[in-house]
């Protein structure tokens, strides 16, 4: 195997580890002729979807996107998913707690990375009382992994109340959307 082959496979498998992700062997069962993807059992489409992930999930909260112009929609492939609340709501829903349950089945299986919760509100009612409500949204999910054993340093909040919408339609609809926790999967802490 060449250098450079040897040096791409590395730098890949520690960027999956550095994000939680255990998906590649050591260097060393790539020095001795075998893939790093084979070693682990995972094809090479799967590791290059799975280091896309990582890189699309790292620091792309909904601030960066918004920076950036882009949409703060949850990219599809995340394994972290989004959940939603009823109007001048913050109490968690059984399709928002079964999603947060398979939340806390990644985050225990991938113990490094961090998680920020973005809590989200709609338009209607005042930029402190939003700012408040999302506040609470974020709280309410954390306060659940935490209960269902996911390390409380771990995860991080975040209220943007109104300020950063995915939809601006004026309907309810549209409305329901922007009422959402996101979840923004962080680098680990150094030495983690």
Sequence with gaps: MNNNLLNALMFACA????????????????????????????????????????????????????????????????????????????????????????AGDWLRSNPAPRVE???????????????ALGAKRAQAAKDYLVSLGVASERLSTISYGEEIPVCRENSETCWQRNRRDRFVVLAPKPGV
């Design 117 to 131: 919760i973005e809590g989200h509100c709609d338009e209607r009612g005042t930029n402190e009382y939003n700012l």
């Design 15 to 102: 960027s999956l580890a550095a994000a939680g992700l255990t998906a590649c062997s050591s260097a060393e069962s790539a020095k001795t002729g075998g893939s790093a993807a084979q070693a682990s059992g995972m094809s090479e489409s799967n590791r290059k979807a799975a280091s896309s992930q990582v890189r699309q999930a790292q620091s792309q909260s909904s601030l960066d996107a918004l920076r950036r112009g882009e949409s703060g929609k949850t990219p599809a492939g995340s394994p972290l998913k989004e959940i939603y609340f009823d109007f001048d709501r913050y109490d968690l829903s059984g399709d928002a707690r079964a999603t947060l349950r398979h």
